[in-house]
Structures are given as C-alpha cells and as structure tokens.
C-alpha cells in the first residue's frame, strides 16, 4: 500500500499558467470546489515568457477590426486545418475577455484617448494585441495570480502529477508527488482540466524551460484521449543565437511589430524575396510601404518580416544554408535603423521593448538600439495537443478530462499566429472550467481503486530504485532525445530520418525504463527529471509519428521530400490514440464542412 | 574554455556546506548555465529553481559571491576570475535543499493584502479610460518578477527577522501599484501601518540595488506611502477633528 494523502475537490486543474488560472476562476465561479496544481511556485509558469501581447479584435487601434476579420486570419494563418468553431469562439470571445482583465488590475498600455493600445504582429492584418511593452505575459499571469488567490481555490504549489486516475472510462482524479519531500498525492475529483503546456523540451533549442515535458499530452494519451496535430511544431524565427548558453531565447516578434528587419549577411533584406501565394494581396512591395505601414498609415500592408512564423522560421534557416547567415548561424534583425526615421529612437526602443533590451545588452552585451542582433529559429510552441470538443474543452474520448491552452488543440491549425496563445488560454481557459464545473455539478460521485494507486506509486519510484549506474542518467538520457528531436523531426523533415527518429526514441525508451537516477525523493531534480522524460518520449513520438505521415508541407510542418502543398491532405487532422496492445496508433480524421456563414466570411476577407 | 570553481553550498533545513566543483565555462556563460552543467554531469540531485532562464520569471534567486541575485542573469565573465564562485541559498528564508529556499511567507502575506477593487466602468463600452500618463507609475511596479531579492536583502527580515510584523519591499511596491492604481478605489493606508509595518522601514535603499528589474523601489513606492501614512495617521489637524482614525479592511 502506497503512503499517500487524498485530496478532494470538485475540479481539480493541473497546470497554473494563464490557461490553468483562468480556468481555476471561472470553476470557483461556478461554485466548485477547486484545486490548482502547479509544477513550479504559482506565478511562474511559461506564460511570463510572452512578450508581445494578446489578440482580440478590439478596434481600438483600427476602427476596421473586428470578430470576423480576426477568424480569417487564425484560419489563414492555421491553412485551414484549424477547427473552425474554436476560432470562431475564440475570435468573437476575445475581446471580452480581455476587457476582463483591466476589471481585475491588470494596467495595459494606452491609445491616445485612454483606451487599450494595440499592435501590430505576422499574420493578423490589423494592429490587434494588446499590451505591455514587451512583458504582456507577465502582466496576465499577476492578473489572474492576483485576483484568484482570493477566490477560494486551493492552491498546490511544486507539485507534479504523473498518472491520472480512472473509473472506467471516466477520468477522476491525478496522481501526483510534491517536490519537497517526494510525498505522494491523490487528487480525486469529479472533473479533472489539464492545462499543463508545452513540449518545447523535446528538443534541443527551445524558448521553452524545463517544465514543458509534454505532461499533459502525455498523460492523457495514456488515459486514452486522442491528440491531434502533433506534426505541428511551431519554431519561432526569432531566437537568440550567440552566445552559446542564451541559444533558444525568444526574441519578440513585437521587435518586428516596432519596426525591426530581418537582413541578411549583405545586408538585404531578404524576406522581399519570397512572398507566399496567400499573402499576396496583403504584403508590401517596397520598405518604404512597410515602414508606412509600422507607423499606423492605414493605405499601407504590412512589411513581409510580419508574414506567419513558419514562413519567416523557414526563410532564416534557408539564408544560413545557402551561406548568407550572419557570423554564428543565423540572420541579423535591426530595430536601430529606424533612427533615420524616428527622432530619438533610442529611447523609443528602450520605451518599447525594454526586457528585449536588458536581455540583449546583460546576456549578449548588445545595444539593440544601436547595432543589430543575431537571431534564428527556436522550438516555441505545439499546435497539436489533445484533441476536444470545440464548444467545452472535453476530451473527445476521456470523460471528464477536459484540455486548455497550449496542451489542447484545435484552434491553431497548421500554424499558430502571434498573440494568438494568450487570447486562446483567456477564452478556452474560461471555457474549460466552466464545462468542467457544470459536469462535476452534474456528475456522481468518485471512486478510485486503490490498485490503480498503488501501481502509480510503484511507477513513480522505479527510477529511484534502480541502479543509478545502469546507464548515463537522466539529464544525459534526455540530451540525446532532444538533439535527436533536433536533428531528425525539426524545422526539415524527410522520410528516413523520420523512420530513423521513431527506432531512436523507441531504443531511449527501452533505456530510460532500466535507468536510475540516484538520490532521494527530497527535491531531486534528477528523479524529477527521470519522471518527466517519460512525458518526453511519448511527445516526441507523436511528433515523429505525425510528421512522417503527413507527406506535404503545410504551416509548420516542412517535408523536405514533399516540398508543397497539397490539396487532398488540407482535408484531414491527424489523430493519434494509444492502441490495445500499447502502441501508438494513427488514423486520418476528415475535416468537418465549414458552416457555411463562416466560410462566406473567409472569402470575403480574401 | 576555462575550468572555473564553483563552490555550492549543499545541504538541508538541519544545515550544510560549500561543496567544490570545476566547470568548464563556456562563452557567455551564467551561473545558471554552472550550476546546471554541476546538476547534468557531477550531481543529479542538486536542487535548484529555474524557469524561464530569461530574467522574466524570478525562480533562480540565489547569493552569488555574496549578493543577491538572479543566477540566470549573472554572466560568469563578469565575476572575479582569482577566485571560487560561491552560490549559496538566499538566507533570509528556510532551507529546503541546497539552493532552494522556502519563499512560502511571501504567497500568505500577499494574500492578506486588500485586492484590487474598481471604480465602476466609465465608459459607455464599460471599459475604463486611462491616460498612458497615469498608468505608469504603478506600471513600474508592475514589472515585479517575485524574485524576492528585496525581501532577502532587506535587513528587517534578514536580520531582525521580523515576519511576523513586516511585509517587505515587495509587497509595499504590490500595495503601491494597487494605490496608485486609477480606477482603484481600495483604501490600505491604515493596513500598511498597523499589520505590514512599513514603519520599520528605514530606507536605506537595499532593495532598490539588488532588484534585477531595476523598479525605484524606495523613492518611487515606499517613500510615498510612507508619506501616505504620516498624512493619514499623524496629521494634528485631523487628529483635533478625530477623523482619519484607521478604518477596517476587507
């Protein structure tokens, strides 16, 4: 029998980043009984790292804006692989759910006549994120942080789950081992929200810390949820490069929104270059349009350093190897330029993208300001995740198990824009607790066999009880996975290194269920560490997977072996689902018709 | 690459020591970048907070060589080079393990804090109206990252101890932004004197030094409260009134 302490809530929600909050207060709202874990302290979770802002059609900045514009770009920009009713909730709801936030403190920055400012960012065709210079993020976090201490949620702070717990095919409950001591948890609830992030981890130069190991995917594909999209890896253009230790930290695309251009090693700016059939119509022909276009002139279109992030991700790594990269393999963005049009322009970077600065000038000893950074691409985010039901972030296969922000999936298609994250963990964060509260509400109570227990504590403690010499321990374990997931299933795919990639991670899985990983269970990054690259592989084989099955190139995904696109494979998701006999299993899933009112408007956007 | 020595101190609640290890610092290197070659190649089970590696989370506090700072923020090549590099726990707050503190305290006593309240909506959208003027001050404060390196550098709680009566830099720049909030209509005056304690405060400007965000701490948030408070509590006009007597929080 296993020592552990039961915890019982209403909800519980796992993950307590912007999606996780937001969904822990509208739950309480509700009237639940809610539990929030979070695997660091509360209030660092990744959504501090986004800088540049939130989307929502506010036409605060443009009278032109609006719900319908904002849809079309999510879908162009997702090359229609998006699900159509999220990006249809989320254009319509966001906006509300920003305002929301100055309700409960948050100080965004100001249009002239005092209301929210907005700006420019790729993909979205009019200045649409709100923000705070370039720690939006930050500025969210606190907000939900701050008003939801009070809302009578019962925080878990450094607490990891590793099994989530079943009734049949319902989901009821988390297994889960705080760091401090390595005591065990049962959380037993009647609904369970996972909203645990990312999978940046899995590879080797990311924007993303140690935290996103793929949990949640992870757990509830084991549960027996399906994921969906998992070939969509989003690298973000801009990632620092040099020095080697800050390599894979986020550069903001708000440098671009400000004004900032990519050139390469002779100065060109090569993103003139290559203009993508979709964006046509709505791109620059010359810089001079493109600054026009900075500045707030309404007649101009936007400079092609603003097209989507896989566009752009894959126009830098072309640069580099055709050999016009700058000095340490990447491309150079200069924000400094604009003094030839902006009287002190140095103050107005400083004013608007100071942590840009600071990061530059403290870690690279750069004066963006007056010289140029090196930037290229970093693994930023993953469309994919686990596929729910549009309307109330159910699983679509787990009863009770409901996913939000970046660990569900649906929204964001074949590519997510910028800006797009943190209006997306507003809108299906609000959503997912309030779905799960009315199912808790709804729903009998809980049971949960204590074998299901034991067994997840027997699971948990493996790594410590091995042999730690058996093999070259955890933090090695997990370098070789992410340089493989680097190098065979990055930015350009192809079919053998795919197939090459799968035989590699099934081969570290076979090594990571004998490694050890010494020590105690008391704060022991290394057990914590074991733990998490189970996650880690089950991700990356998804990815792998995935991208090996799909035979074009679409958004994110890029087949070196199947360069463009194709029509017949703009028809169906990608879902995965762990089979009977434990292997992973893939099917094609046939896009469901657009509605029709819907579809009406993507055409008239053009 | 230059071998350089790291001493890190190791250890738990009942206590520890500084432990040596050589680390090949590679360029541009910080302590977070030591600390976790230390963890991946020489300790696994060396305890550390980190998060985002960036200077935007305030995870990895720790006293580097002495001083309070951010180990993801520190460039090695920046630190004297004749000598080890000592990483040790912040002091101020109990040991869990090695370099992880807990910083528990701070989470109640923000939770004892007044929240925000809001006028109700001025415009007719029911949005508020804001001049960008006016939102930036508390916005400075607002850039708080929850390092809590004011709170371990700062005497009262480093020294005297005194938790139990004194909130701390960090949650009077918290209240200021709050108070200086335009459509706040919260009134904390009496709270900050009687249970945060911003009297104990002397200014001697600590906090302001070791904030890696660079926020004016002292002049710009504990200097005017503290006036707040003078105001409030010790004006002889309204004292020979009987007004301006403490009022009950909620």
Redesign the interface.
């Known amino acids: 029998m296993s020592q552990h302490q039961i915890l019982e809530h209403d909800v519980i929600v796992i993950g307590a980043g912007g999606a996780g909050l937001r969904a822990a207060i509208e739950a309480a709202a509700k009237g639940a009984k809610v539990g929030l874990v979070c695997k660091s302290l509360l209030g660092k979770a990744h959504t501090v790292m986004a800088e540049g802002g939130v989307a929502a059609a506010l036409s605060n900045a443009d009278e032109r804006d609006n719900w319908k514009v904002h849809f079309a770009d999510t879908m162009r920009g997702g090359q229609y692989l998006n699900s159509w009713r999220m990006a249809e909730l989320h254009a319509k709801e966001a906006p509300d759910r920003v305002r929301e936030l100055e309700a409960w403190g948050a100080l965004l920055d100001r249009t002239p006549d005092g209301r929210m400012n907005q700006r420019n960012f790729g993909g979205h065709k009019y200045p649409r994120l709100a923000h705070v210079g370039d720690r939006t993020g930050l500025e969210m976090i606190r907000t939900l942080q701050d008003h939801g201490i009070h809302q009578g949620i019962d925080v878990h702070m450094e607490v990891t789950v590793t099994k989530l717990l079943m009734d049949g095919d319902r989901c009821v409950g988390a297994f889960a081992y705080d760091r401090e001591r390595g005591r065990f948890r049962v959380f037993k609830a009647k609904a369970v929200v996972l909203a645990t992030g990312g999978i940046g981890r899995a590879y080797l130069v990311t924007s993303n810390s140690w935290e996103y190991s793929g949990d949640g995917h992870a757990l509830a594909y084991d549960a027996g949820a399906e994921l969906v999209d998992m070939e969509f890896v989003q690298f973000h253009p801009t990632g620092m490069v040099w020095p080697p230790s800050v390599r894979g930290i986020l550069v903001t695309e708000g440098v671009r929104g400000e004004g900032g251009v990519l050139k390469n090693k002779d100065g060109r700016r090569f993103m003139f270059d290559d203009i993508p059939p979709l964006y046509q119509g709505q791109t620059a022909e010359t810089p001079e349009e493109g600054w026009r276009y900075v500045i707030g002139d309404k007649n101009a279109r936007r400079p092609p350093e603003l097209l989507t992030r896989d566009h752009v991700a894959r126009k830098i790594v072309k640069e580099v190897r055709e050999g016009r990269g700058s000095p340490h393999g990447g491309v150079f963005l200069d924000i400094a330029w604009i003094k030839q049009n902006i009287k002190d322009s140095e103050a107005h970077i400083r004013k608007k993208l100071p942590s840009m600065y600071h990061q530059f000038k403290e870690l690279a000893g750069i004066d963006i300001t007056k010289e140029p950074m090196e930037v290229g691409p970093t693994t930023h985010y993953v469309m994919g995740g686990i596929r729910v039901e549009p309307d109330s972030q159910m699983s679509t296969t787990v009863k009770g198990l409901f996913a939000a922000g970046e660990c569900g999936a649906g929204l964001h298609g074949a590519n997510r824009l910028g800006g797009n994250s943190l209006s997306d963990l507003l809108v299906f964060g609000k959503r997912a607790g309030e779905y799960a509260a009315k199912f808790a509400a709804e729903s009998s109570p809980v049971q949960i066999g204590a074998d299901q227990i034991d067994l997840a504590a027997t699971e948990a403690l493996a790594p410590l009880e091995r042999d730690a010499g058996a093999d070259v321990g955890p933090f090695k374990l997990q370098y070789e996975l992410q340089t493989l997931m680097q190098e065979k299933a990055g930015i350009s795919r192809e079919e053998k290194e795919l197939t090459e990639a799968l035989n590699a991670i099934r081969e570290l899985k076979s090594r990571a269920d004998e490694m050890g990983c010494g020590g105690s269970r008391e704060y022991n990054p290394g057990w914590h560490t074991a733990l998490d690259l189970q996650n880690l592989l089950t991700v990356s084989e998804a990815v792998a997977l995935a991208a090996r099955e799909r035979k074009e190139s679409r958004g994110a995904h890029a087949r070196s072996d199947y360069q463009d696109k194709d029509k017949t494979w703009g028809t169906f998701n990608l879902v995965l689902r762990k089979a009977k006999d434990g292997s992973m299993e893939i099917r094609r899933e046939p896009i469901s018709p657009i509605r029709q009112d819907l579809q009406d408007i993507i055409k008239e956007q053009g | 690459m230059a071998t350089t020595e790291f001493r890190v101190w190791r250890g ?1 609640s009942s206590g520890g020591e500084l432990k040596s290890y050589q680390v090949d610092v ?5 302590v977070l ?1 030591a600390i976790h070659q230390i ?3 020489q300790a ?16 990895c506090s720790a006293e580097i060589n002495g001083s309070p700072r951010l180990m993801c ?1 520190t ?1 090695v090549d920046q630190l004297p080079t004749d000598q080890p590099i000592t990483v040790e726990p912040m002091r101020t707050f109990p040991t ?3 370099l ?1 503190t807990d ?2 305290w701070n ?1 109640e006593v ?2 004892s804090i007044m ?2 309240r ?1 006028t109700k ?1 001025d ?1 007719a959208d ?7 003027y006016d ?1 930036e001050r ?2 400075e404060f ?5 390092c809590f390196l004011c709170q371990d550098v700062c005497h009262v709680l480093r020294d005297h101890h005194m938790h139990a009566e004194f909130a701390g830099p960090r949650h009077y720049i918290f209240v200021a ?2 108070e200086m ?1 335009p459509i ?1 209509t919260g009134d904390r005056v009496a709270h900050l004197r009687e249970e945060l304690g911003i009297g104990y405060c002397n200014i001697t400007k600590c906090c302001t030094k070791v904030c890696p965000e660079h926020i004016t701490i002292t002049d710009n948030a504990i200097i005017p409260l503290k006036e707040r408070v003078v105001d409030r509590a010790y004006d002889p006009v309204a004292k020979l009134l009987g007004v301006g007597k403490s009022e009950p929080r909620g």
């Open positions: 738990d590679g360029p541009g290197y910080v970048d963890q991946a190649e696994n089970d060396l305890a550390v907070r980190w998060n985002c590696k960036a200077g935007k989370c305030g995870s923020m460039r869990v393990k090695d992880v910083v528990s989470y923000k939770k929240p925000f809001p909506p415009a029911g949005t508020w109206r804001m001049d960008q939102v508390p916005q607002r850039k708080c990252i929850e932004q709050l909030n706040d």
